[in-house]
């Protein structure tokens, strides 16, 4: 199994401004200086193997989409703006059988997980079929699309879409077989609810779990998420807030914190946890300090356990 | 996890030993309880010299006390941290909403002047 992130912001899109980027380039400008960069070779080594992550690359900016790159037909999780990048590589990589089913498992129908599908061009090609599953009513999934693409939000409507669009309600706390994969959802605490995802497919396990607030801290709060994450390969995470942050200002708004995080994915045993739905407020230095300091969280409280903790940025890929 | 009260003119003082995590969590929670009352007054003071561990889920009695307290114009401010306690406090960033004094004298004295430990 296969995870792509084609998104991984929360809330709302966000793109490096010219500031940022000067300031990257200014550090990358101090940390050459004195080097021998004369050869591709060398450049490429400087980039890569000096500069640090949030220097050389960043985590990107668009909002939740993530493939599952196994499966017949693609599989994807949540249509934040992420899903437009991920059209237009679909349409550039069709060969002579092109993709014309798409498995799409939303978690929940909040604008910054559907707005990328007036731009995902498989939409509007007649033959093509989106099956859209969620823990959702079926007709509540297609009121949130269609008024999404009707006057005056977006200029073209639900019902001049080619493609057929399908919703399919899937029952929580039992296993569907879809694509080749066992799927299981769990209702999360958000507002107007939200569904997590388990996925096995060959003795492999992804757990996605985005917009939920863990506000229930004891045995009976976090039990039943124990169990859902319980050995998963990876476990995708909404680790929005600093916890003081999610339990004062921004108490309610339905967004968990790294540390919650991570002490659920030490409890459950899982093998990597990955941080995911990020503040749009964070830059990539704070996205990256965050991360040195939810390893650190780990250590302290795993008490020696391991567990591998990694923080998502778009175009990801992790291997399972 | 295990707790001793002092009651001192102006404060409580409450000591905190052992470890905090989800399971006992409700333990520290029932140990502020009675401290967070409207026919309380003064400050409430943790020492927390002998904690050894703590999770998220005493952080969150904690915010939830000092919450409490700010609503009866009362003030918390913990004390004492170890180095691996307070690693866990600025992580969470419980640094930036909690009073946090390096030792239970000084907390004593910058919340409630009139207290001292005794």
Same mark, same amino acid.
């Given at each position: 199994?296969?995870?792509?992130?084609? @998104?991984?912001?929360?809330?709302i899109?966000?793109?490096?401004?010219?500031?940022?980027i000067?300031?990257k380039?200014r550090?990358?400008?101090?940390?050459?200086?004195?080097?021998?960069?004369e050869?591709?070779a060398q450049?490429?080594?400087?980039?890569?193997?000096?500069?640090?992550?949030?220097?050389?690359?960043?985590?990107?900016?668009d909002?939740?989409?993530?493939?599952i790159?196994?499966?017949?037909?693609?599989t994807?999780?949540?249509?934040?703006?992420?899903?437009?990048?991920?059209?237009?590589?679909?349409? @550039?990589?069709?060969a002579a059988?092109?993709?014309?089913l798409?498995?799409?498992?939303?978690?929940?129908?909040?604008?910054?997980h559907?707005?990328?599908?007036?731009?995902?061009?498989?939409?509007?090609?007649p033959?093509?079929?989106?099956r859209? !599953?969620?823990?959702?009513?079926?007709?509540?999934?297609?009121?949130?699309?269609?008024?999404?693409?009707?006057?005056?939000?977006?200029?073209? !409507?639900?019902?001049?879409? @080619?493609?057929?669009?399908?919703?399919?309600?899937?029952?929580?706390?039992?296993?569907?077989?879809?694509?080749?994969?066992?799927?299981?959802?769990?209702?999360?605490?958000?507002?107007?609810?939200?569904? @997590?995802?388990?996925?096995?497919?060959?003795?492999?396990?992804?757990?996605y779990?985005?917009?939920?607030?863990?506000?229930?801290?004891?045995?009976s709060?976090?039990?039943?998420?124990?169990?859902?994450?319980?050995?998963?390969?990876?476990?995708?995470?909404?680790?929005?807030?600093?916890?003081?942050e999610?339990?004062?200002?921004?108490?309610?708004?339905?967004?968990?914190s790294?540390?919650?995080?991570a002490?659920?994915?030490?409890?459950?045993?899982?093998?990597?946890?990955?941080?995911?739905?990020?503040?749009?407020?964070y830059?990539?230095?704070?996205?990256?300090?965050?991360?040195?300091?939810?390893?650190?969280?780990?250590?302290?409280?795993?008490?020696?356990?391991?567990l591998k903790?990694?923080?998502?940025?778009?175009?990801?890929?992790?291997d399972? | 996890?295990?707790?001793?009260v002092?009651?001192?003119?102006d404060a409580?003082?409450?000591?905190?030993?052992?470890?905090?995590?989800?399971?006992?969590?409700?333990?520290?929670?029932?140990?502020?309880?009675?401290?967070?009352?409207?026919?309380?007054?003064?400050?409430?003071?943790?020492?927390?010299?002998?904690?050894e561990?703590?999770?998220s889920?005493?952080?969150?009695?904690?915010?939830?006390?000092?919450?409490?307290?700010?609503?009866?114009?009362?003030?918390l401010?913990?004390?004492?941290?170890?180095?691996?306690?307070a690693?866990?406090?600025?992580?969470?960033?419980?640094?930036?909403?909690?009073?946090?004094?390096?030792?239970?004298?000084e907390?004593?004295?910058a919340?409630?002047?009139?207290?001292?430990?005794?």
């Amino acid at each position: 199994m296969q995870v792509r992130f084609w @998104g991984t912001r929360g809330s709302i899109p966000v793109a490096a401004g010219g500031r940022a980027i000067r300031e990257k380039i200014r550090r990358a400008l101090v940390q050459a200086a004195g080097r021998s960069l004369e050869t591709d070779a060398q450049i490429d080594s400087f980039i890569d193997d000096v500069l640090e992550f949030p220097v050389r690359h960043g985590y990107g900016g668009d909002t939740s989409c993530i493939q599952i790159e196994s499966g017949k037909e693609p599989t994807l999780l949540d249509m934040g703006s992420g899903l437009r990048r991920f059209g237009q590589q679909i349409m @550039g990589a069709e060969a002579a059988e092109p993709v014309r089913l798409f498995h799409i498992f939303m978690s929940h129908l909040h604008w910054d997980h559907i707005m990328g599908f007036p731009f995902f061009p498989p939409a509007y090609i007649p033959g093509n079929t989106i099956r859209i !599953y969620g823990g959702h009513e079926p007709s509540v999934m297609e009121e949130a699309f269609e008024r999404q693409q009707s006057n005056p939000c977006f200029p073209v !409507y639900w019902d001049q879409l @080619g493609a057929d669009i399908e919703f399919v309600h899937l029952a929580p706390d039992r296993w569907h077989a879809i694509n080749g994969f066992r799927v299981k959802l769990m209702v999360q605490p958000h507002h107007g609810g939200s569904y @997590g995802y388990r996925f096995e497919r060959d003795g492999k396990t992804l757990v996605y779990s985005t917009d939920a607030e863990h506000k229930q801290q004891d045995d009976s709060g976090i039990g039943p998420f124990v169990d859902f994450f319980r050995n998963a390969d990876l476990v995708v995470f909404d680790a929005m807030y600093s916890l003081a942050e999610m339990i004062t200002v921004k108490e309610d708004w339905g967004h968990s914190s790294n540390v919650i995080g991570a002490e659920l994915c030490l409890l459950a045993g899982v093998k990597h946890y990955c941080m995911f739905h990020h503040e749009p407020s964070y830059d990539d230095e704070m996205l990256h300090t965050i991360l040195q300091e939810t390893r650190r969280y780990a250590e302290i409280v795993g008490e020696g356990k391991h567990l591998k903790i990694t923080t998502a940025y778009d175009d990801m890929v992790i291997d399972l | 996890m295990d707790y001793s009260v002092q009651q001192l003119p102006d404060a409580t003082l409450i000591d905190i030993k052992g470890r905090i995590d989800h399971k006992s969590a409700k333990d520290f929670e029932e140990a502020l309880k009675s401290h967070l009352g409207e026919d309380q007054t003064g400050a409430l003071v943790l020492d927390l010299e002998e904690l050894e561990y703590m999770t998220s889920a005493g952080l969150r009695v904690l915010m939830i006390a000092a919450k409490t307290l700010a609503g009866q114009q009362r003030k918390l401010a913990v004390a004492a941290l170890q180095p691996l306690i307070a690693e866990i406090f600025k992580i969470s960033r419980f640094d930036l909403v909690l009073k946090i004094y390096p030792t239970v004298e000084e907390a004593l004295q910058a919340l409630s002047p009139g207290a001292e430990e005794g």
